[in-house]
């Protein structure tokens, strides 16, 4: 096993651990790379040990064990930037409603998770790794008033 051979390859390998659902296109732009410079690096990782295969996480019920609110400024409101949050993380399973909003943060997002662990996988995959989220904040539900 020869392992990553730099940063790229442990960036690779760190989104993947979050989402091993990502394409190689995803991948390729988060990494600066094109998809299939991602592809031969994953065969690569995949063929010298390092990645040994990824698990998909199946719920037996329905997710909705915990409510969070997730509120995050951006470093950039323009409309390009709000497009592609909404076609990107606002379209991820967890988040149940998005809005772009005025005050103190620029967008809120409702999450339904299944659990911590779950929320953490979410905001490593989702919300560290874009760019245009300056910082959040995030709010657990108690329980609805109404």
């Known amino acids: 096993m020869s392992g990553p051979r730099d940063d790229r390859d442990r960036q ?3 989104l993947l651990k979050a989402d091993a659902w990502l394409t190689y296109a995803c991948l390729g ?16 990782l995949i063929a010298d040990g390092t990645l040994l ?26 409309a390009g930037t709000i497009r592609r949050l909404a076609q990107g993380i606002c379209r991820a399973r967890e988040v149940r409603d ?3 909003v005025t005050g103190e943060a620029d967008l809120i997002l409702k999450l339904e998770l299944s ?7 979410f905001v490593a995959a989702h919300v560290n790794s874009e760019p245009a989220i ?13």
Request: without cysteine; positive net charge; aromatic residues 8%.
């Open 12 to 14: 690779i390998l760190g």
């Open 29 to 44: 732009e988060r990494v600066n790379l094109s998809a299939s410079a991602v592809q031969r690096r994953v065969e690569r």
């Open 53 to 78: 295969g990824a698990r998909a996480e199946v719920a037996a019920e329905p997710q909705a064990g915990l409510t969070l609110y997730l509120l995050a400024e951006l470093t950039d409101d323009s």
């Open 98 to 100: 998005a809005h772009y």
């Open 115 to 121: 659990d911590m662990a779950h929320y953490d996988r």
């Open 134 to 146: 300056r910082r959040f904040k995030t709010f657990a539900s108690l329980r609805p008033l109404a």
